[in-house]
């Protein structure tokens, strides 16, 4: 299976994707891009499931700084001869999203699109509970359309479906708006 990236300086071009990776469709992809168009044009990215590099690598293509977390040997391999293939620029991880976390330091944007058999709710929990999404940031989740992220506080919680998936969006406040005594 093979899947072309959507803009950047690598548009057009193809992906080789590992037999282990779920790509994210082009419609959400499409989406997602759009979005951040809007919102967060630039800056630093992190794919913390990063699969085939459908998303990752589309981000390292539009110029974004990019990190990415993928723990199947196979598809880091894939990722490599990818990004090399492309000329791109990005960062690739080979190890647990969750137990790196710690040392990956702080994003502007983060996206995570894991198996769909884990405990999404779960991870996105300890995600909006650590420190990876910078003030300001986004943190992106892609899962089923019939399964609902929970809010989290000093997050501003908006969700997109796109068929049987959706992303889930969390804005997270700057910092000075989270440390903000609530009015009466």
């Known amino acids: ?19 282990s990776a779920r790509p994210s469709g082009a419609r959400v992809r499409k989406s997602l891009f759009d979005l951040l168009a809007a919102r967060a044009p630039g800056g630093t990215f992190l794919d913390l499931h990063g699969g085939s590099g459908a998303i990752g690598l589309e981000a390292a293509s539009r110029g974004y700084a990019v990190t990415l977390v993928e723990k199947d040997a196979r598809a880091v391999k894939a990722l490599e001869a ?15 999203a969750l137990g790196l976390l710690p040392r990956l330091g702080r994003f502007d944007i983060v996206f995570s699109d894991p198996p769909y058999e884990a405990d999404i709710p779960a991870l996105t929990l300890k995600l909006l509970a650590s420190d990876v999404v910078g003030s300001g940031g986004l943190l992106v989740c892609q899962h089923p359309d019939r399964l609902g992220l929970p809010a989290h506080p000093g997050y501003v919680q908006e969700v997109r479906e796109y068929g049987s998936n959706t992303l889930t969006l969390y804005e997270r406040l700057p910092e000075e708006q989270e440390a903000a005594p609530e009015e009466a």
Do not use: F
């Open 1 to 19: 299976m093979s899947l072309r990236i959507l803009g950047g300086t690598a548009k057009g071009r193809a992906l080789q994707v590992p037999d």
């Open 82 to 96: 990818n990004a090399r293939a492309l000329a791109l620029r990005a960062r690739i991880l080979r190890g647990d």
